[in-house]
């Protein structure tokens, strides 16, 4: 039998949600910093909880969905323990970040948008993260790496634990 989560705010987060709605002339303003609420709440945003989302926001959870979609910091499913980004836009493109991207793929295995078997690493390729002039680059959680080779790729992969 399968454990059914609770997709529900607490009472001190449903206020958060009313704050932060009362923020803008359009309670919609605050669809995004509810969104990343939902997330470290519920661990990731997944349809149920776009549907809860959208229920706050008196909208369709399809217009909820299309946002979630769109941006890379949301995530619809468990991700890993470690977020690997790496840039793909035209600054990191044109310094190599297809050949970093196809190292970092073959070293952990996977591919964008999944996950090691582990838990240990989620994969993402992501638009520009505004380091162009340090390019290629990746973000690896809260950290940009700068300038990477696949030698430096090879050390920060093996240092996530
Ligand atoms: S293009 Fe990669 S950081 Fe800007």
Redesign the pocket.
């Known amino acids: 039998m399968t454990a059914t989560r609770t997709i529900v705010f607490s009472p001190d987060q449903l206020a958060e949600v009313r704050r932060l709605q009362g923020l803008y002339p359009d309670k919609r303003g605050a669809l995004l910093p509810v969104l990343h609420m939902a997330q470290d709440a519920f661990d990731y945003v997944s349809l149920e909880v776009q549907e809860y989302v959208a229920g706050l926001f008196d909208m369709a959870p399809s217009h909820v969905h299309e946002v979630v979609t769109f941006y890379t910091l949301y995530f619809q499913q468990p991700k890993g323990r470690h977020v690997v980004a790496v840039?793909h836009?035209?600054?990191?493109?044109l310094a190599g970040?297809r050949e970093i991207l196809a190292h970092v793929k073959q070293r952990l295995g996977i591919g964008v948008g999944e996950t090691t078997d582990d838990g240990r690493v989620t994969l993402q390729s992501v638009e520009?993260?505004?380091?162009?002039e340090a390019?290629?680059?990746m973000q690896v959680d809260d950290r940009y790496e700068l300038n990477l080779t696949p030698e430096k790729v090879d050390r920060i992969l093996g240092e996530l634990r």
């Open positions: 840039c836009n035209l600054s990191c493109y970040s520009c993260l505004c380091a162009c390019a290629p680059m």
